[in-house]
């Protein structure tokens, strides 16, 4: 059985203050089989782990460099990472590959890397607008997944979460239909299958992105093959998060 989970990406949002904020209404009703989680950015993350550590809630990275240290100048390794508490890396969100240029190889390194350093990386895959309408959003899923698989061996692919976000429906309320979704998620268990066979499709955990909110996470969740959500901008308040969490 694959536990759910909802997964926070603040992406650039929240000072330290505003953070301290935020955990002092964060109040909630632990679900047994629902995994929550929250990746603020990285200046957040001592603050996160010192309200989260006697909780159930995990805390992990937006973001990670694939190299274990050295001349790097302004990047975080997974060591330092996971001397923070962290157990889940996000990889290759879109926004990073559209506005820094992050390419599918790139992404493969970061994932290997992450899981090298016993963290679990949540791989982020989907298309935009112009690849949908012109019927490519396989054809760049399987890219994107490819260009990570062939970094790993079949023991690691059974470890990651996969999140599928169309690039049209973050951040736009415009979300993803849940049986769009449910396509595309069983498209990727099948190119984890393939990939990695079954027992690792049947592992695999796949999120959905884009526009979730406390309306529509269940529509999502009652999909066979999605596993739970990532969350931006409802993830920045309590209220709205949590009652996603509570919906899940
Ligand atoms: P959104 O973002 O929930 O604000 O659409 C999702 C994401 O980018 O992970």
């Not at 909630?28 to 159930?56: A, M, Q, Y």
């Not at 309408?133 to 990651?160: D, H, M, P, Q, Y």
């Not at 190119?191 to 955990?205: D, I, L, M």
Request: proline share 4%; charged share 30%; net charge negative.
């Amino acid at each position: 059985m694959r536990q759910t989970l909802i997964a926070g990406n603040w992406k650039m949002n929240l000072t330290v203050s505003e953070t301290e904020e935020f955990f002092k209404n964060f109040k909630f009703r632990k679900k047994e089989n629902v995994e929550l989680l929250l990746c603020p950015p990285f200046t957040d993350i001592p603050i996160t782990r010192f309200f989260l550590e006697r909780t159930s809630v995990k805390w992990g990275a937006q973001d990670v460099y694939p190299s274990p240290k050295g001349a790097f100048t302004g990047e975080i390794s997974p060591s330092m990472l996971k001397d923070l508490g962290c157990t889940y890396v996000i990889c290759g969100h879109s926004e990073r590959r559209q506005i820094l240029g992050e390419s599918d190889e790139f992404v493969g390194k970061k994932v290997q890397a992450v899981l090298k350093e016993g963290l679990t990386p949540i791989l982020c895959v989907g298309e935009t607008l112009e690849e949908r309408e012109a019927e490519k959003t396989e054809k760049r899923i399987s890219e994107e997944i490819g260009a990570a698989f062939s970094l790993l061996k079949k023991e690691e692919i059974e470890k990651i979460v996969i999140a599928y976000e169309p690039i049209w429906a973050i951040g736009s309320g415009r979300a993803a239909t849940a049986e769009d979704a449910e396509k595309i998620s069983f498209f990727i268990r099948h190119t984890v299958k393939e990939a990695a066979g079954k027992k690792a499709a049947e592992s695999v955990r796949i999120l959905y992105g884009g526009s979730v909110n406390a309306d529509n996470i269940a529509d999502f969740l009652k999909e066979k093959d999605i596993d739970g959500g990532l969350i931006g901008g409802a993830s920045l308040k309590p209220e709205s998060f949590l009652a996603i969490y509570k919906n899940a």
